[in-house]
């Protein structure tokens, strides 16, 4: 069942997948494991009052899911031309400028494809706080599971916007980047952690 060809494909030397791929990878995982909790709670009378809810959560879930995936395809297509601009020649100066020139493009869009990742990530998480106070309490673990998942994904991901805007030329962007990547982590963080502690108090534990 599990991709053993993307797997060995990511610990290869290739160029891509990469890093940012394997968190789009993570956080489709934890949005099919959200969707799990949600499909074990349908249909079972005593959550018979959520269901319209864990429904449209389930909906939800598959959309991001679907996107994620779509995720790990683009952020390899983002991740060509930067390679490509980094193989140019800087010989002259003019090949110098030519270079930089198209360095600071492929920047952006290998930037962005990592914040849309977080994004969804974000949007999962919510989802994994729903499912674990509302879904099947046989299946709480699994709700806290999915939302260490797309914690790391959100936080794998978060690094990748950081390394490119470290290499724009462009200051102003380079911030806005940065200052968007960190209110993700921030929202996404909390309600990871809020989630986990949750869970944990839920099976007898303590938060750490």
Same mark, same amino acid.
């Given at each position: 069942?599990?991709?053993?060809?993307?797997?060995?494909?990511?610990?290869?030397?290739?160029?891509?997948?990469?890093?940012?791929?394997?968190?789009?990878?993570?956080?489709?995982?934890?949005?099919?494991?959200?969707?799990?909790?949600?499909?074990?709670?349908?249909?079972?009378?005593?959550?018979?009052?959520?269901?319209?809810?864990?429904?449209?959560?389930?909906?939800?879930?598959?959309?991001?899911?679907?996107? =994620?995936?779509? !995720?790990?395809?683009?952020?390899?297509? /983002?991740?060509?031309?930067? &390679?490509? #601009? *980094? +193989?140019?020649?800087? @010989?002259?100066?003019?090949?110098?400028?030519?270079?930089?020139?198209?360095?600071?493009?492929?920047?952006?869009?290998?930037?962005?494809?990592?914040?849309?990742?977080?994004?969804?990530?974000?949007?999962?998480?919510?989802?994994?706080?729903?499912?674990?106070?509302?879904?099947?309490?046989?299946?709480?673990?699994?709700?806290?599971?999915?939302?260490?998942?797309?914690?790391?994904?959100?936080?794998?991901?978060? =690094?990748?916007? !950081?390394?490119?805007?470290?290499?724009? /030329?462009?200051?102003?962007? &380079?911030? #806005? *980047? +940065?200052?968007?990547? @960190?209110?993700?982590?921030?929202?996404?963080?909390?309600?990871?952690?809020?989630?986990?502690?949750?869970?944990?108090?839920?099976?007898?534990?303590?938060?750490?």
């Amino acid at each position: 069942m599990l991709d053993a060809a993307f797997i060995d494909e990511l610990a290869s030397s290739a160029p891509v997948p990469g890093g940012g791929g394997a968190c789009a990878c993570c956080g489709a995982l934890a949005s099919a494991l959200a969707s799990m909790v949600g499909n074990l709670t349908v249909g079972k009378a005593r959550y018979a009052d959520v269901e319209g809810e864990v429904l449209s959560s389930l909906g939800c879930l598959a959309t991001l899911r679907e996107r =994620l995936v779509a !995720l790990v395809d683009e952020d390899a297509r /983002a991740f060509e031309p930067l &390679a490509a #601009a *980094y +193989r140019m020649p800087r @010989e002259t100066p003019d090949e110098r400028a030519a270079k930089e020139d198209a360095l600071q493009e492929a920047l952006v869009g290998a930037t962005e494809v990592p914040l849309e990742i977080m994004r969804a990530c974000v949007e999962v998480l919510r989802e994994c706080d729903f499912m674990a106070r509302c879904g099947s309490r046989m299946a709480v673990s699994d709700a806290g599971a999915s939302a260490l998942f797309a914690k790391a994904a959100l936080q794998g991901a978060s =690094l990748n916007v !950081l390394i490119n805007a470290g290499s724009m /030329a462009d200051a102003a962007r &380079a911030e #806005a *980047y +940065r200052a968007q990547a @960190e209110q993700l982590v921030d929202e996404g963080t909390r309600l990871a952690d809020a989630v986990y502690a949750f869970v944990l108090d839920e099976l007898g534990g303590a938060a750490a």
